[in-house]
Every structure is written in C-alpha cells, then in structure tokens.
C-alpha cells in the first residue's frame, strides 16, 4: 500500500482512476488533509482499497477516496544548506569585472 497516515497532505492528481470511475467531490490541484484512514472491506473492485477520509469532504458512496486520486505532500524541514542558499540569494549581487 503506502504510508500515509492521519495528518498527512494530499494532493489530488486526478479525479478519474481507469475501473473505478470518476468524481467531482474532490478538485485536482487542490490540497487536503487526512482525518482517518481505512481498508475497504466492500465487495468487488472496491475490497482491499486503501481509503482517504478527507477533512471536509465526503464521498457519495464511501467516507472515503481512493488513495490513488492523491500524491502525498512531504513537508520539507529546512537544513543548514537551505539556510545558506537563502543568505547568498538575498545578499548582493556579485559584478563581474568588464
């Protein structure tokens, strides 16, 4: 499956996933937030499906979504090198001799 997990950020990507159909709860582009998670236990091609339940929004059928509509967001904690790119951009620009 993945490791997504309560709290995360998801991203949609699509809103049509090929032998699951389509839906309009959920925008591409947009970003949500994870409130719950779980494994459908629902027969045919729904049973086995991680599920997203999404903070505000919920799905006709399911709580739900189909955790292939979503990219998961990884924050990224700034280290020293980031802090060091950031000084050099805001300082002065280097003039080249002519």
């Known amino acids: 499956m993945s490791d997504w997990q309560v709290g995360d950020r998801a991203i949609c990507v699509t809103e049509y996933l090929p032998g699951f159909g389509s839906t309009t709860r959920v925008s591409v582009g947009r970003i949500y937030q994870v409130e719950g998670l779980y494994i459908s236990r629902a027969e045919g091609k729904y049973k086995g499906v991680l599920a997203l339940v999404?903070?505000?929004?919920?799905?006709?059928?399911?709580?739900?979504?189909?955790?292939?509509?979503?990219?998961?967001?990884?924050?990224?904690?700034?280290?020293e090198f980031d802090r060091e790119v950031i000084e050099q951009m805001k300082s002065a620009p280097v003039v080249e001799p002519v």
């Open 54 to 79: 999404l903070v505000g929004v919920r799905g006709v059928k399911f709580d739900g979504f189909h955790h292939g509509l979503f990219r998961k967001i990884d924050d990224h904690v700034p280290d």
